[in-house]
Nanobody
C-alpha cells in the first residue's frame, strides 16, 4: 500500500514557476514508477509526465516538454515536478500517481495503482 500526498500548488502569474512535491508512505516507493497528471475544470484527466523507479526513463506530454521537469529522490520517498514558464492553460488540479507503467504506457491512468488527493495550480494571465 502506498499513500501519496501532493503539496506546492498555488497561484502564480504567467511566466512564473512552481515546484510540486509528492510524498509517499510505504517502504516500496522505490519500486514504483511515478506519474503526474492534471485535470482542468470540465476536462478529462491528462498525462503530464512520468519517471521510472530508477529514473532510467522519463516521459513528458508535448504540452509541457521543455518547461516541466520531473525528478525523484527515493531516499526521501518523494517525487517532484518543477514547472517553469507557466501558462494559463496549465491551470488544473495536479495529481501524482504510483504504479508500474512502462515508458510506452506511462500516459494511461489505469497503469497507476495509487493516487494522491491533488493540489491546485492556478496560473493568472
Amino acid at each position: 500500500q502506498v499513500q501519496l500526498v501532493e503539496s506546492g500548488g498555488g497561484l502564480v502569474q504567467a511566466g512564473g514557476s512552481l515546484r510540486l512535491s509528492c510524498a509517499a508512505s510505504g517502504r516500496t516507493f522505490s519500486s514504483y514508477g511515478m506519474g503526474w497528471f492534471r485535470q482542468a475544470p470540465g476536462k478529462e484527466r491528462e498525462f503530464v509526465t512520468a519517471i521510472s523507479w530508477s529514473g532510467g526513463w522519463i516521459s513528458y506530454a508535448d504540452s509541457v516538454k521543455g518547461r516541466f521537469t520531473i525528478s525523484r529522490d527515493n531516499a526521501k520517498n518523494t517525487v517532484y515536478l518543477q514547472m517553469n514558464s507557466l501558462k494559463p492553460e496549465d491551470t488544473a488540479v495536479y495529481y501524482c500517481a504510483a504504479g508500474t507503467p512502462s515508458r510506452f504506457t506511462a500516459t494511461i491512468p489505469d497503469r497507476y495503482d495509487y493516487w494522491g488527493q491533488g493540489t491546485q495550480v492556478t496560473v493568472s494571465s
